[in-house]
T-cell receptor, first 116, second 112 residues
Framework: EPEVTQTPSHQVTQMGQEVILRCVPI?????FYWYRQILGQKVEFLVS????????KSEIFDDQFSVERPDGSNFTLKIRSTKLEDSAMYFC??????????????FGSGTRLTVV | GDSVTQMEGPVTLSEEAFLTINCTYT??????LFWYVQYPGEGLQLLLK?????DKGSNKGFEATYRKETTSFHLEKGSVQVSDSAVYFC???????????FGQGTRLTINP
């Protein structure tokens, strides 16, 4: 069964450093998403991406965050200058049909980001 | 705004016990409702869904009924197995929205 692959599974970074979280969505999917879960809290939507542009973003997704699909296969989330409160599990997801497939997302296994 | 509230975890049960994980929601309009499961070391997987009132979603012995009158979508299973140990997330997707709104997750541990 096709999978969404996220790398690395765990990343530790110093506060103020830039990090790039990588995701390889399912090859024929067109809609891409990032969510995050701070330990013990809810899974929160960050951003959705379609047709090479952001289609929706949350208030969490400020100027420190950016997304890119650099080569047609990878989908990356960049945090420009990490803060302690960015420590969380970050989930990538993809969907063939977007919201019309109501819940038809495939999620990756997540990247645990620890900012020290 | 839209929100989902799940029962606090962790939940620990013995094998073959009956499981209920409560989920209530607040939303404008008529959302679709979902249960996702995360097994250790894996991603979020869709377990079941219901798209309108009184619909029952079911999968792998789990069931949940969309109750509009009580704004609830409780997850149930008649006889749990050790392999059901995971974190369970209730979520909603409102009409016209791009994003899933999740509850905080409930960690379930089944002992043999």
């Amino acid at each position: 069964e096709p999978e969404v692959t996220q790398t690395p599974s765990h990343q530790v970074t110093q506060m103020g450093q830039e990090v790039i979280l990588r995701c390889v969505p399912i090859s024929n999917h067109l809609y891409f998403y990032w969510y995050r879960q701070i330990l013990g809290q809810k899974v929160e939507f960050l951003v959705s991406f379609y047709n090479n542009e952001i289609s929706e973003k949350s208030e969490i997704f400020d100027d420190q965050f950016s997304v890119e699909r650099p080569d047609g296969s990878n989908f990356t989330l960049k945090i420009r200058s990490t803060k302690l409160e960015d420590s969380a599990m970050y989930f990538c997801a993809s969907s063939k049909e977007g919201v019309t497939a109501a819940g038809g997302y495939t999620f990756g296994s997540g990247t645990r980001l620890t900012v020290v | 705004g839209d929100s989902v509230t799940q029962m606090e975890g962790p939940v620990t049960l013995s094998e073959e016990a009956f499981l209920t994980i409560n989920c209530t929601y607040t939303a404008t309009g008529y959302p679709s409702l979902f249960w996702y499961v995360q097994y250790p070391g894996e991603g979020l997987q869709l377990l079941l869904k219901a798209t309108k009132a009184d619909d029952k979603g079911s999968n792998k012995g789990f069931e949940a009924t969309y109750r509009k009158e009580t704004t609830s979508f409780h997850l149930e299973k008649g006889s749990v197995q050790v392999s059901d140990s995971a974190v369970y997330f209730c979520a909603l997707l409102n009409q016209g929205a791009q994003k899933l709104v999740f509850g905080q997750g409930t960690r379930l541990t089944i002992n043999p």
